[in-house]
């Protein structure tokens, strides 16, 4: 690695040193299910000097996938968007308003047409040619088809963008429908959760970044990588579910000694999402639904989240458990990562989010070698 490109970034990682910088492109490599033998790749990608234009449109949601992105210190809010990325639109940070904020959208796709990354969030509504939902005169509908018709890479964050989410949900009085659905014909890349978690976003955009190509996708879209297996299959509690030991009611004796949520409502089973091995909020454990006693609700799944009552029981998708039961230690939580990776992945979380559209002439194409049209596998 490039001496100069690593002193470049060096002020934002807090002191980090080129050593432990380079265990965290492995790290990352690894997660991406790539051989450790990429990780200068991903260095050098990373250490790129390019402020990559990003137009960051808002749809039918709650701007908790926005609020996701806002909480790293690694870097602060003002360093992602002024020094790492340019952030040309996102109507939560706009400081402008009204025809400023209008004409700032205009101007960035005009001048950077075919090299901004378009980041979708939230649901289109469809009904009524789109009146129900409305920024500046124009329906969200009319918006997305004219920033997607000019983006290098379009990717849409969270449930709501990915299939439709909590809007999209019986009886869909707005005729709401995720991104993919709206955009047919177009690459979109789904990163659904609700919110979803930051890091399956981060590590898609370095894998584009890196090898300029998207990584391979399941059949909804979803990288393979961070959704390619179940919940249950990694779950913590997985060891109780196969010794049959279950949670029956909240605050029971099962369910104060870590035993498996199945019986309560977890849709571990028939979600697939990587949440507990990454965890949330780089703080560890008890961060995500089944790490604080309640069970996984399947956001990241179209037609299980806000779709599936939330306590009914899952349908077992993997019902095989291991050849060997795993040891049972009823006080085992999730750790996550530590907090030197956390704040490796803030700091170079601003770079990886604009990445894309370096690589705009290469948008459409994906790793096909691990990519097929099963879900999951």
Known sequence: MKTKNFDRIKARLN?????????????????????SGVAPQIAEALTQKKRPPVIWLH???????TETLLRPSHPTLENLIL????LDYHETLLVGAGHQAEEALQSSMKANAGKFVLVIEGAIPLKDDGIYCMIGGKTFMSMVEEAADKAAAIIAIGSCAAWGGIPS????????????????????????GCPPNP???????????????????????????AYGRLIHENCERRPHFDAGRFALQFGDEGHRQGYCLYKLGCK????????????????????WPVGTGHPCFGCTEEGIGFNKPLHALAEIKNPTPSAALSPID?????KGMSG??????GGLAGAAVGAGAVMAGKVGKTDDSCCSSSEGE
Do not use: W
């Open 15 to 35: 002191g980090v040193s080129r050593r432990d910088f380079m265990k965290y492109c492995t790290v990352m490599a690894s997660s991406m299910g790539l051989s």
């Open 199 to 225: 890091y399956n976003f981060l590590s898609t955009v370095v894998h584009f970044l890196t090898f300029g190509k998207l990584p391979a996708l399941d059949a909804k879209g979803r990288p393979k990588f």
């Open 59 to 65: 749809g039918q949601e709650c701007t908790g996938c």
């Open 169 to 192: 949900a019986s009886p869909n009085p707005t005729g709401a429908v995720g991104a993919p659905q709206f955009l047919k014909g177009k690459t979109v890349v789904t990163i659904p």
């Open 268 to 287: 571990g089973p028939e979600t697939h999402a990587n949440c507990p091995d990454i965890l949330f909020n780089d703080v560890g454990g008890n961060t």
């Open 330 to 334: 009823t006080g085992k939580k999730g």
């Open 83 to 86: 020094d790492i990325i340019s």
């Open 340 to 345: 030197g990776s956390a704040a490796l992945v």
